[in-house]
């Protein structure tokens, strides 16, 4: 699976942004699929996830704010500074992922170039 994020960018905070994963090379309709995100001196961390059958599962820090869609694609709604990070889409194709792993980086097998979100 190749991956490619796409619509990072600097916006204030309270704006929105919306960020874009094109995902190829495979053939499995199974497919999990998770936006992480990494500040400088942070650890990777999963922000949203959702499966093939289109469940969604979200980081606290973002509930109500971010939303992902079938897509891929990961809408941010009133952002914060706190947001400010290289954000990652990651897949992992034919196989489910365990809800309680799915925003696990370690539970992803393919990943993309990462695209940089600024708030300020």
């Known amino acids: 699976v190749q991956l490619v994020e796409s619509g990072g960018g600097s916006v204030q905070a309270g704006g929105s942004l919306s960020i874009f994963c094109a995902a190829s090379g495979y053939t499995d309709k199974t497919l999990c699929m998770g936006w992480f995100r990494q500040a400088p001196g942070k650890e990777r961390e999963g922000v949203a996830a959702?499966?093939s059958d289109g469940s969604t599962s979200y980081a606290d820090s973002v509930k109500g704010r971010f939303t992902i869609s079938p897509d891929k694609s990961l809408q941010m709604d009133n952002l914060k500074p706190s947001d400010t990070a290289m954000y990652y889409c990651?897949?992992?194709?034919?196989?489910?992922?365990?809800?309680?792993?799915?925003?696990?980086?370690?539970?992803?097998?393919?990943w993309g170039q990462g695209t940089q979100v600024t708030v300020s």
């Open positions: 959702i499966d």
């Open positions: 990651a897949a992992a194709a034919g196989r489910e992922i365990p809800a309680a792993q799915i925003l696990s980086a370690k539970a992803y097998d393919a």
